[in-house]
């Protein structure tokens, strides 16, 4: 590796109140899990890591590190922080396919989850794990959602998903490809059937539209799109990118290495959204970066924009009055996206905000009774470790429900920060 997981555990200062902790959003016992690799407890911790986070694997690879664990280790203060990322993923690629989950004795009770990507895939762990027969739903042929369709294969190998997948099967989960809910089976026919709680974990795979003239050109495309299957697409030589998010990074890096020659990635901003290690990895690979710049239109020739004018607040105040047009083979959107409302016009009481995510209280549940949600599809577009910590919470109250409990208020963890909740 190019890390040296070892020298890098050797370095922990196995802090009494350890700033790494405090800055993962799902808890993960980072000291704990340094120490026991240390020990040469490598199964141990790797099931500890697993307890706490299903998709500690796919984290290890994906997150924020230097905003969170990383970003928090006190030795940051020295700019050479613990690869907390490193050691992670070496534990967890070395326990998943060995991995036991136990599972209590089948209680007699089913449990529908709608959408098998993080939050999903969460869900039904751990309500399999409670003694749950649980059927996961899952609109694609294969599960992962953003995981799998979302995030590159440099990023993330798709054989990662595929070990989570059987890991599913060996605990029993029912797995359902290619069933979309709605069209064809309803929520109102899965409580007929039997199910005593549904949890809907859809994410957000409808894209955002500029609104402006030539997005439906046929050299026009979305990012949420594209990353489905890049291969399906003949982008040409030149591509322009609208939107410097993470994805908007995705699509110029896989676009590079699709083919593509010369790909710009453009945004409104004096900086992108993205994070800062992944902007670094776009200009590497060949991407040019263009800030200050609003869309006014697309045509056949390409983009067409107009500098921004800013204020000292780096505000957009206006706009210069001469366009710049750009060629481009292919224009991308990547400005984000939102959820489809196929369950809500197709489930009576369910009701969602104006940006279409799903309305929620603080355990979770929806505008109907029995029916929970979390991840994308209630927070908007957020992290994957985000959608694990608050899939877990609700997972904790659709049990309460289904066993007739009330439901319970989580308490702030030992490092006094709240868990994230709906």
């Not at 994070?275 to 991407?287: H, N, W």
């Not at 020739?301 to 500098?307: D, E, I, Q, R, S």
Request: include cysteine; proline fraction near 5%.
């Amino acid at each position: 590796m190019a890390v040296h997981v070892i020298d890098e555990a050797n370095r922990c200062l196995q802090c009494k109140k350890p700033l790494c902790r405090i800055g993962c959003p799902v808890n993960t016992p980072i000291p704990q899990m340094i120490k026991m690799l240390l020990d040469s407890q490598i199964s141990a911790a790797g099931q500890m890591l697993f307890e706490n986070n299903p998709l500690s694997l796919v984290c290890s690879m994906v997150c924020n590190h230097d905003k969170q664990c990383e970003g928090h280790c006190v030795l940051q203060r020295k700019n050479n922080p613990i690869h907390i990322s490193s050691i992670e993923n070496y534990i967890s690629n070395s326990y998943l396919d060995s991995a036991e989950i136990e599972c209590a004795p089948d209680n007699g009770m089913m449990a529908a989850v709608i959408g098998a990507g993080p939050a999903g895939i969460t869900v039904a762990i751990e309500l399999r794990k409670r003694g749950y027969e649980v059927t996961l739903f899952e609109s694609n042929d294969r599960i992962g959602g953003i995981m799998r369709y979302g995030i590159p294969e440099f990023r993330l190998p798709k054989t990662i998903i595929d070990r989570l997948a059987r890991k599913l099967r060996q605990t029993g989960v029912h797995l359902r490809p290619n069933v979309v809910i709605g069209p064809s089976i309803t929520i109102d026919d899965m409580f007929r059937d039997g199910y005593k709680s549904v949890f809907i974990g859809t994410g957000v795979w409808r894209p955002k539209k500029l609104g402006i003239p030539g997005e439906s050109l046929g050299n026009v495309h979305f990012a949420i799109d594209y990353l489905k299957n890049p291969e399906s697409y003949r982008l040409g030589e030149t591509v322009v990118v609208i939107g410097m998010e993470n994805s908007a990074i995705d699509v110029a890096r896989t676009a590079l290495r699709n083919r593509s020659r010369n790909v710009t990635i453009v945004t409104h901003s004096k900086k992108g959204q993205a994070r800062e290690t992944e902007l670094e990895y776009a200009k590497i690979d060949g991407a040019e970066l263009v800030y200050g710049m609003s869309i006014g239109e697309i045509n056949k020739t390409g983009p067409l924009f107009y500098k921004n004018i800013f204020d000292e607040n780096d505000k957009v105040v206006g706009k210069e009055k001469e366009p710049i047009q750009m060629s481009a083979d292919s224009v991308i959107v990547a400005i984000s996206q939102g959820p489809m409302n196929r369950l809500i016009s197709t489930t009576g009481g369910l009701y969602a905000n104006d940006k279409g995510l799903l309305i929620t209280n603080e355990f979770g549940e929806t505008t109907r009774k029995g029916i929970f949600a979390s991840g994308d599809v209630v927070h908007g577009s957020r992290t994957i470790v985000e959608a694990v910590n608050s899939s877990k919470v609700v997972a904790h109250q659709m049990d309460r429900f289904m066993r007739g409990l009330p439901f319970e208020v989580v308490a702030q963890d030992s490092h006094e920060r709240e868990p994230l909740i709906p």
